[in-house]
C-alpha cells in the first residue's frame, strides 16, 4: 500500500484540504467573493465526498474538477498570495494523484494564463512537474500545452526561472519518455502486428501508437523540427527556440531511451528520417571550414563553426553510434568519417580536441569497435571506417608534433639544450621543467624533433572522460592547453589496445575451451589470415570461424595506425610511466597477433620494442629488414600519408649504461638510456608470457636480447645463464648504479626466460631453438676473421634451453644439436668453438644422467640419438673441440660406463675417430679413455662391440706421434685375446645368439648377412678380426711397432689358435697371414735405403738399421719366420684344409721372394724358414700312427730334429685335446688323411722354389757398378745345406734335368766372390788349403747325389756324367777361377779390407778336393755304361789338360802334382776299359786329348820358378819320368788297339823327349840337373824300345819301330848341321851352353842308337834304318874342328861304333839288300 492512500493519509489530505479552503476563502473575504463562496462549498463538497464514500481517494478524483475549481478561481485573481496557496493546493492533490482528465486540463490552462501574465513563475513550472510526474492523466493536446508552458518560460527574462524552466522542460521529456517504457512494460505481453510506418511528415500523431507512445512520438518530431528552425507540429504556442537546447535534449532522449526508439519502427524512422539528416546538415559549416583558408576565393562566406552547436551535435553523434549503430549503419558511416575529418590539422583547435574526445568515447567500447570492423572495414565497397579511425588518431598525433599548434597559448618551446634533465639547473630553463626550491622536478611529457609536448592527466583508464564535451555552458570556443589533445589521443589509442585485446582474448579463451571440450583440439593456425588453409580448421564451427574472421580483421585494421602511433610516442616519451603504457600496449598487439597467427603484425610489434630497447640508429640487420618492409607500406588516410615515422636520435633520457656495440667493425661505444632498459623488460616480459604466440619473431626477440646483452656485458656462465662479466676488449662497459642493481634482475629474468620456454608446445620450441640458431649463425658470421669477442648469448642460450626441456629433449635434440655441431664446433673463432663443444657436451651428459621416462635402458633409441652427436664431433678438425669431446667421453665412462648398453659403438667410435695428425695430448687422451674401457668395462659391453674394442685399440697402434701409445695399444690388444681367451664360451653364445638375429632379419629383407670374415663363425671373426688389427700393425711405418705387433700376432696365434674352428685356418692364412706377408713383402721392396741419422732425439741407431730398407728387414725376417713357423706346428690342422696345396705354394713363393731380396739379413732367414718347413716329414701311416683320440682320425706330425717332447706337448695345453676340438669342428666331415702324391707334389713344389731361389740368387749380375748385389756366403751355404734335406724327398723323382739345374746353381754359388770387409771372416789365409763351408755344401750335396744314384736304380746311374761333368768344371777353378758376370775381383792378397771391393776366394783346395772326388768316383764307376758312353774320361783327361799344360804357371804347385797323380790313377783304370771298348769307337776322340795332355805336360810352355830347389826340380823330373813309364806300360805295349796316329804321337813326344831340350835360363852348375837327362834317357830308351821290340807281332808294331827310328835319325842329322854352322861362324867365341849340351845329347844319342841297332835281330832293321844312320857319318866328321872338350869326347864316342860298317864293297846280290834298304829309309822319310 503507497504512502499517499493509507488512511492516515487520507485522513490528513481530507484535513489539509480543508484547510486550503478555508484559508482561500479566508483570504478572498474581501476582495473576491465569489471565490470566497466557491471554497466554502468546496469545503462542504469534500465533507459529503468523505463522509460517504469508503474509497475516498477515488471518489475525490472522480469529483476532482469540482474540488479544483475553487483553487482555479482563486489563480485566477491574480493575487500572489491567493495564487501561491492555491497553486500549492493543487499541487497536494496532484501529488495525492486525485486529478481526474478533465480537472487537468483546466490546471493546465489556468497555470498557461498564469504563464501568459508572468506570475508566479517558478510555482508554474513546479506544478507542472508534479502534475506531469505523479500520474498520467495529462495527455495529447493538454501535454504539449504543459509543455510548450515549460519551454515558454525557458525564455524569459529572469536567469533563474530560465534555468529551472530548462531542468523543468528536461524533466517532462523524460516523464514522457518514462510512460512509454511503463506503457510498453504494461503491454509487452500482448503482442502487436507491426504496422508498416509511412513516411509521416504532418503533425497528426500516428495511429498505431499507444497514447503515451504517442505523445513521445509528437514531442521528438516537434524538437527535431524546432532544432531544424521549423514550425512545430504538437508543441502549439512555441515562440521561441534555441538550437543548443534542442540539440541537448534530443541527445538526452536518444542517451536515456534508446529501447523505445529501437522497439518502435516508428521512432526508428524518425531517427533516420529526422535525427540524421538534420545533424548532418548541421555540421556542414565544421566540415567545409579550413582553418587559414582566405574567404575570398569561395562565392559565399562560410559559416564558421559554432562551438556550442558543434560540441552538442558531436554528442548527439556519440551516443546515436553509441545506442543505434545497428539502426543507422549507414548513417553512422558518415557520422564515423565526420568524426575523422575533424581531427585534420587544418581544423580549429577546439574542433579536434572534442573530435578526440569524442573518438575516445568509441575507443573505450570494443564491442562498438568490433561491430564497426564488421559493418563497414570486412564489406567489399565499404569506407574502412575503423582503420580510419586508428590511422587518423596516429596521424593527428603526428600532426601535433610536426605542426606548431595554433591554439597554444604558449610559444613553440626552442630547445638549446641537448637533454632536457641535463638542462635543469641551467639558467635557460627548458619547457616542462618547473624549478621549485632550486631542484628541478621533470613532467611528464612527449619530446620529438625539438617539439615539446605535456602528457596531462586527463582521464582514468578505460573510461572516456570528455572535458570539452561537457562544456555545456560555453559559448565561445575554449582555449585548449597545450598538450590536451596530445594526452586524449595518447588515452584514445591505450583504451583502444587495451578494449580490443581484452574482448578478443577473451572470446579467444571461450572458442579454445570449447573446442578443447570437444576433443578436437586444433592449434592455432600458423599461417597469417589471407593464407589461411580452411581445411585445417574444418571441424571448428561456422560459428567461430566467423569470429576469427572478424578478430583478425580487426587486427589488421589497426595494426598500422597504432604501431606508426605508438612507436612515435615511444621514442618521444620521457616519461616512464607513459612509456610503461605505451610497450604494454606493443606487447598486448603483439600477443594478440601471435595468438591469431598474423605474423606481418605481430613481427611489427615485436620490432618496434625491439628498437626501443637498443640505441637509436643501431645496425641490427633483423630490425632493418623488417621495418624496411613495413615502410614500404604508406597507410593513406583520406589523401594523407601516415608514415612509419623513423625515430629521432635526440631521446632527453638519461643514460644509464655505455657499452660496445656487437658489430663486424667496431664503432666506437653506444648508450643504453633508461628507456631502452624499461623497453629490453618489456621485451623480456613478451618472450617470457607469450613465448608460445611468438613463432619466427622468436628471431627479432633473441637477436635484440642478444645485442643488449653484449651492450651490457653479460657474459655466459655455467649451464648458459649470463652474468654481468668485463668486456674482454674495447673500452670497457660502462655502467651507472641504477643499472647496475636491474643488472642481476635483468640476468635473472632472462635465465627464467629460457626456463619457461619447458612450457611452450612443440611447435613454439622449436621456433626459439631455429631463432637461437639463426642468431648464433649471424653472431657466427661476425665472428669470421677476426677474433674479437664473440657473441655468445645463442649457444649459452640454446644450451638453456636444452637443458630445461630434457623431458621432451627428442624434439629438439636433432635441430639444437645439429646446429652446435655443424655451425659453432667448426667456427674458426677458438671461443666460439669452445662455446659450442661446451653446450654440446654439458647436453649429452645432462641427457645421459636425466631420468627420462622410459628410462634409458628402455629406450635405446633414444640413449643412441643423445649419443650420436658425440661421435659426429668427430669430423671436426680443431683439436680443442675434440679434447672437449674426449674429456665429455671420459666423464660419460666414468660415470655411465656400466650403462652405456648400446651406446657403445657410439663412444668407442669417437676414440677410434682420433687421427694421428691431431696432436699428442688429444691422441693420449683418447687412449685413456681406451685404456678405461679394456680395463674396467670389457665385460659390462655387449660383446659385438669387442670387434669395435679391437679396431679402436688397432687404430691406436697406428698413431705415429707417440711410440709409446702405439706399444701400449698392442699391449692392450695382447690383454683384449687374453680376456677373449678367458671368457671365451660367454662371447660365443651371446655371439651366435645376435649373429642367429641378424641372420633372421637379413632373410626378411632378403639380403645377405655382410659382415667381414663373414663365413667364419662369429666368435672366430672377432679373433679374425683382431689378428687383422695386429696385422696391419706388423706394416706400421715405425720398426718398434712393427716388432711388437708381429711377436704380439704370432704369440697370440700360437697361444690361442686352437679356439679356432678348423675352417677358420683357412681364413687365418689367406687372409691374415699370407695377406701380412704381401704387404711386408711390399714395404720391404720399396723401402727407402737413405742412411737414418739417429732415431729421434739423441738414440744412436745401429749400423745393421740405419735405413729405412734394413728395419723393414727385420719386419720380414720376423714375419716369414713366424709364418713358417705356424705352417710347421700347425701343420696337422692346416694339410687337411682343401687348399693346403696352394698355400704352400703361396709361402714358398713368399720364401722366395724374401730368399731374392737384396738383403743378406732377409734372404738368410728366408733359407732358415725354408729349412724349419723342411724339416716337416711326410705324415705317417695309419699302421705307425701313436694313439689318437678315437674322435677323429688325424694325422699327427713326428717331430723332427731338435724339437723335444716338451715342444710338442705345448699344443696340448688346453683340457680338450686338439684332437677333440677338432673333431666337435668338422662334425659331419669325413676325417682327411693327406695321401702320399699330395705330399710329393709339395716337395716339387719347395724343389722347384729351391731350383728359383738358387737360380736368381746365383745368377751373376748383367752389369757391375757399387751398387750391384752380390748375394753372401752364409746364404749361399745355407742355400745349398737345403739340398740334401730336400732331396730326401724328391729323389725318386729326380731327374737328369733337375740334376742340370742343380749343376748350375751349384756352379753359380761357387763362383759368387765375398766382400773384401767380409773376407777376414770367411776366408782361410791364403795358404791354409781350406774349404769354406759353401765349398764343402757343394760338396755334400753331389756326395748326397752321387750315393743316392750308387744305391739307385738303373734308369739313375745314367746321371753319373753330368756328376762327372759338375766335379770337373769346380777342378777347372783351379786353374781359371770362375768370372761372376762383368764383377772385377781381386786377388785377396791385393783388397783393401776398408773398401767395397770384391774378391775372389781361393778356389785351389776346392778344385782339388774336387779332383780327388773325381778319381775317386772313377774309380767305382769307370766301367759303368753310361760313363763309357758319355766320355767321362776323356773329359777327365780334357779337364786336367789345363793345370798339367799350365804346370809351373797354374796358380798352386800343389794343383799340377795332384793333376798328375790323378791322370795316372784314373789312366790306369781307364784305359783297359778304353782298351776295351776300342773296337766301338767310343774312346776314339780320346785318344788325341790324352797325346796332347801328355804333350802339354811333359813339354810345357811354363818357365820353372827361379826359386825352385835342385831337389824339387829332381822330384818334378821324376815325375815326368812316372808318366813315360805310364806310356812304356799301358799305351805302347797295346799300340795294335790304339789308333795309329795317337802311337805317332806318342812317338814324335818321346823322341822330342829323348833329345835335351832345356830352358836358356840355367845357370852353368844347374846345367846336369836342368838338363832332365833322366828323363831323356827313359823316354830314348823308351823310343828304342818300342823301336827295336823283338817280336812283331802285327804289322802295326813294325810300323811304330820304323817310324821311331826315322825321327830319331832325322832328328840328330838337324842338330848335327845346325851345330856345325853356328861353330864355324862363332869363330873364337864359345858356343851357347845350351847348344853345347845339345849337341853332346845327340852325340851321345847316336852313339846308344848304334849300340841299340847292334843289338837289335838284323831282320828287324830296315835297310833305309842303315842307310840314314851311315849318313850320319860324314856329318860327325865335321864337328871334329869343335874347340869344345866336351864335345869332343862325345864325338869321339858317338864315332867309335862306325867302325862295324866298314866293310869291303860287297857282291852284287849284297848291293841290292843296301839298295833295298836306301829305299826303305827314303820312304821313312
Partial sequence: MSGTSSPEAVKKLLENMQGDLRGLSLECRKKFPPVKEAAESGIIKVKTIAARNTDILAALKENSSEVVQPFLMGCGTKEPKITQLCLAAIQRLMSHEVVSEAAAGNIINMLWQLMENSLEELKLLQTVLVLLTTNTVVHDEALSKAIVLCFRLHFTKDNITNNTAAATVRQVVTVVFERVVAEDERYKDTIDQPVAVQGNSNRRSVSTLKPCAKDAYMLFQDLCQLVNADAPYWLVGMTEMTRTFGLELLESVLNDFPQVFLQHQEFSFLLKERVCPLVIKLFSPNIKFRQGSSTSSSPAPVEKPYFPICMRLLRVVSVLIKQFYSLLVTECEIFLSLLVKFLDADKPQWLRAVAVESIHRLCVQPQLLRSFCQSYDMKQHSTKVFRDIVNALGSFIQSLFLVPSTGNTSATPNQTGSNASGNAGSAQTSPGVLGIGGGATVLPAFEYRGTWIPILNVTVQGSAKATYLEMLDKVEPPTIPEGYAMSVAFHCLLDLVRGITTMIEGELGEAETVSQTTAETTSLPAQSSEQQDLQSVSDQSEKELVSRAVWEEMVNACWCGLLAALSLLLDASTDEAATENILKAELTMAALCGRLGLVTSRDAFITAICKGSLPPHYALTVLNSTTAALSSKSYSIQGQNVQMISPSSESHQQVVAVGQPLALQPQGTVMLTSKNIQCMRTLLNLAHCHGAVLGTSWQLVLATLQHLVWILGLKPGVGGALKPGRAVEGPSTVLTTAVMTDLPVISNILSRLFESSQYLDDVSLHHLINALCSLSLEAMDMAYGNNKEPSLFAVAKLLETGLVNMHRIEILWRPLTGHLLEKVCQHPNSRMREWGAEALTSLIKAGLTFSHDPPLSQNQRLQLLLLNPLKELSNISHPDIRIKQLECVLQILQSQGDSLGPGWPLVLGVMGAIRSDQGESLIRTAFQCLQLVVTDFLPTMPCTCLQIVVEVAGSFGLHNQELNISLTSIGLLWNISDYFFQRGEIIEKELNKEEAVLQKQAEEKGVMLNRPFHPASPFDCLWLCLYAKLGELCVDPRPAVRKSAGQTLFSTIGAHGTLLQHSTWHTVIWKVLFHLLDRVRESSTTADKEKIESGGGNILIHHSRDTAEKQWAETWVLTLAGVARIFNTRRYLLQPLGDFSQAWDVLLDHIQSAALSKNNEVSLAALKSFQEILQIVSPVRDSEKPDTPPAINVSVPVVVGTTTATS?????????????????????????????????????????????????????????????????????????????????????????????????????????????????????????????????????????????????????????????????????????????????????????????????????????????????????????????????????????????????????????????????????????????????????????????????????????????????????????????????????????????????????????????????????????????????????????????????????????????????????????????????????????????????????????????????????????????????????????????????????????????FMHPPASKEKDKGASKLSISLSCLR
Fill in 1208 to 1700: 710338442l706337448g705345448r699344443s696340448f695345453m688346453r683340457t680338450d685335446s686338439i684332437g677333440e676340438r677338432i673333431g666337435r669342428y668338422n662334425g659331419s666331415e669325413p676325417p682327411v688323411i693327406t695321401d702320399e702324391i699330395e705330399d710329393l707334389n709339395l716337395w716339387w713344389a719347395a724343389w722347384n722354389s729351391w731350383y728359383r731361389i738358387g737360380s736368381e740368387s746365383t745368377r751373376p749380375p748383367v752389369t757391375c757398378d757399387k751398387l750391384t748385389f752380390i748375394p753372401s756366403q752364409p746364404f749361399l751355404t745355407a742355400l745349398i745345406q737345403i739340398f740334401p734335406a730336400l732331396y730326401q724327398h724328391i729323389k725318386t723323382g729326380f731327374s737328369m734335368d733337375d740334376l742340370q739345374k742343380l749343376g748350375v746353381i751349384l756352379h753359380g754359388a761357387v763362383s759368387v766372390p765375398i766382400s773384401s770387409d767380409a773376407s777376414p771372416f770367411i776366408l782361410p789365409s791364403y795358404t791354409e788349403a781350406v774349404l769354406t763351408s759353401l765349398q764343402e755344401a757343394v760338396l755334400t750335396a753331389l756326395d748326397v747325389l752321387q750315393k743316392a744314384i750308387c744305391v739307385g736304380s738303373e734308369s739313375m746311374q745314367i746321371m753319373y756324367p753330368a756328376i762327372f761333368d759338375q766335379l770337373l768344371a769346380f777342378v777347372e777353378f783351379s786353374c781359371k777361377p770362375p768370372q761372376y758376370g762383368q764383377l772385377e775381383t781381386k786377388h785377396i792378397a791385393n783388397a783393401k779390407y776398408n773398401q767395397a771391393e770384391w774378391v775372389a776366394l781361393n778356389y785351389v783346395p776346392f778344385a782339388e778336393r774336387s779332383l780327388e772326388v773325381v778319381v775317386d768316383l772313377y774309380q767305382k764307376t769307370a766301367c759303368h755304361k753310361a760313363v763309357v758312353t758319355e766320355k767321362v774320361l776323356q773329359n777327365i783327361i780334357k779337364t786336367l789338360r789345363i793345370p798339367l799344360s799350365l804346370k809351373y804357371s797354374c796358380p798352386s804347385e800343389s794343383t799340377w802334382k795332384l793333376a798328375v797323380s790323378s791322370l795316372l790313377k784314373v789312366l790306369s783304370i781307364g784305359l783297359p776299359v778304353a782298351r776295351q771298348h776300342a773296337s766301338s769307337g767310343k774312346f776314339d776322340s780320346m785318344w788325341p786329348e790324352l797325346a796332347n795332355t801328355f804333350e802339354d805336360f811333359l813339354f810345357t810352355k811354363s818357365t820353372p820358378p827361379d826359386n825352385l830347389s835342385i831337389q824339387e826340380f829332381q822330384k818334378n823330373e821324376s815325375i815326368d819320368v812316372e808318366v813315360v813309364q805310364l806310356i812304356s806300360t799301358e799305351i805302347l805295349p797295346y799300340a795294335n788297339f790304339i789308333p795309329k796316329e795317337f802311337v805317332g804321337q806318342i812317338m814324335t813326344m818321346l823322341n822330342k823327349g829323348s833329345i835335351h831340350s832345356q830352358s836358356s835360363s840355367f845357370t852353368e852348375a844347374e846345367i846336369d840337373i836342368r838338363m832332365r837327362e833322366e828323363f831323356s834317357k827313359v823316354c830314348f830308351e823308351t823310343l828304342l824300345q818300342f823301336s827295336f821290340s823283338n817280336k812283331v807281332t802285327t804289322p802295326q808294331e813294325g810300323y811304330i819301330s820304323r817310324m821311331a827310328l826315322s825321327v830319331l835319325l832325322k832328328r840328330s842329322q838337324d842338330v848335327l848341321h845346325r851345330y856345325i854352322e853356328d861353330e864355324r861362324l862363332s869363330g873364337k867365341c864359345p858356343l851357347p851352353r845350351q847348344q853345347v849340351t845339345e849337341i853332346i845329347f845327340v852325340l851321345k844319342a847316336v852313339s846308344t842308337l848304334i849300340d841299340s841297332l847292334k843289338k837289335t835281330q838284323p831282320e828287324n832293321v830296315d835297310a833305309n834304318t842303315w842307310a840314314q844312320v851311315i849318313a850320319l857319318y860324314p856329318t860327325l866328321v865335321e864337328c871334329i874342328t869343335c874347340s869344345s872338350s866336351e864335345v869332343c869326347s862325345a864325338l869321339k864316342e858317338a864315332l867309335v861304333p862306325f867302325k862295324d
